[in-house]
């Protein structure tokens, strides 16, 4: 299980000079992974379970399909996991994420309309909440998911007196 910070996750390219990332906590990881092993497993043991014992043995490989799922799933979750950061800066907020397509959201603060906190029942086993910002234009909501409550209302409060700080000007 990985435990580290994400890439990228003090500055930009390791320099001073670029905005301050933060990474997600490795609580949405273990979730995540939790939950797809919560799913494949059983699914092997059926996939393996059933055919074995009512057509032969040899049909008991088919619990390998869910298996190697799993093994695949378990490696792109840490991987999108790492992929994940955020940056506060000045004007905007940044948001980044993406393995193969890297995608990089900037959400400027006088644009937002609407900051929520979501917190589902998994959610709230391990910890964890998400962190829904509204835009005027649908294209650019954006989200931040798996975070401390305690940082997801801290950003939320921010993100809403900045907003309706740079909003003021408009």
């Known amino acids: 299980m990985e435990t580290g910070s994400p890439r990228g996750a003090d500055t930009e390219d390791g320099a001073g000079d670029g905005p301050a990332w933060t990474g997600l906590p490795p609580g949405l990881l273990r979730m995540r992974r939790l939950l797809l092993a919560v799913w494949l497993v059983p ?100 989200a931040i998911p798996g975070l401390h409550p305690a940082e997801a209302e801290r950003l939320r409060d921010r993100l809403t007196e900045l907003g309706e700080a740079r909003s003021a000007g408009l």
């Open 43 to 142: 699914a092997a043991l059926t996939a393996g379970l059933a055919p074995g014992l009512l057509v032969g043995p040899a049909w008991a490989a088919f619990a390998l399909l869910p298996l190697a799922a799993l093994a695949w799933g378990w490696v792109l979750l840490g991987r999108n996991w790492r992929s994940w950061r955020y940056a506060e800066r000045a004007d905007d907020l940044l948001i980044s994420r993406g393995v193969l397509w890297r995608e990089e959201t900037v959400v400027p603060y006088g644009r937002m309309q609407l900051v929520e906190v979501t917190s589902g029942p998994v959610e709230r086993h391990f910890g964890l909440a998400s962190v829904q910002l509204h835009t005027a234009a649908a294209a650019t909501d954006a």
